[in-house]
Nanobody, 115 residues
Framework: QVQLVESGGGLVQAGGSLRLSCAASGSIFSTLTMGWYRQAPGKQRELVATISSAGNTNYEDSVKGRFTISRDNVKNTMYLQMDSLKPEDTAVYYC?????????WGQGTQVTVSS
């Protein structure tokens, strides 16, 4: 079983930056494909970025060039560096980990970007 705990959310002005962290328990973190999702009020949860166990990354179009996903397999932690934040980035951000048929979710952290 893997537990995921997000941190680093908060309130920031447009154009500002935040770094989210996702700490994982257990010993299989390095084998997981990890990702960040977000859900804005009244909208469906959407994929923001993913990073494979090998470190390959993928981004949703609206965050390309502004967000950077990374992982530290020694610290069992994934990060999302968010720069040039926009009000439309406001959402609850969720950490996700998956391995074959197992999917794990964190509890979410709120990011609010004021205009």
């Amino acid at each position: 079983q893997v537990q995921l705990v997000e941190s680093g959310g908060g309130l920031v002005q447009a154009g500002g930056s935040l770094r989210l962290s996702c700490a994982a328990s257990g010993s299989i973190f390095s084998t997981l494909t990890m990702g960040w999702y977000r859900q804005a009020p009244g909208k469906q949860r959407e994929l923001v970025a993913t990073i494979s166990s090998a470190g390959n990354t993928n981004y949703e179009d609206s965050v390309k060039g502004r967000f950077t996903i990374s992982r530290d397999n020694v610290k069992n932690t994934m990060y999302l560096q968010m720069d040039s934040l926009k009000p439309e980035d406001t959402a609850v951000y969720y950490c996700n980990g998956r391995q074959v048929f197992n999917v794990y979710w964190g509890q979410g952290t709120q990011v609010t970007v004021s205009s």
